[in-house]
């Protein structure tokens, strides 16, 4: 658009306007996250992998210390960073 004035729009936007616009359940996606992950993340907490990813279905979902903080295609490919010495 021409003259318009670039905006942020914070990922609490979206989600918020995904839950309350088009009434999706958010805590009930994240329920079905959570349970879905939930063996694959207490193994890799076990582990003590720190960063790590567990695959359910079609996604890839990134667990960062014992935290779910992302979720990719199942193809994407993990990386994990090189440890500091």
Do not use: C, N
């Amino acid at each position: 658009m021409t003259g318009a004035v670039d905006q942020f729009v914070s990922d609490h936007a979206v989600l918020r306007f995904l839950e309350r616009i088009y009434g999706v359940d958010v805590e009930a996606v994240r329920d079905q996250i959570r349970a879905s992950t939930a063996r694959g993340v207490e193994a890799g907490v076990i582990l003590d992998d720190g960063t790590f990813s567990v695959v359910v279905a079609h996604v890839r979902f990134i667990v960062r210390d014992g935290r779910i903080v992302s979720a990719k295609p199942r193809g994407w490919r993990f990386r994990p960073k090189a440890k500091s010495r």
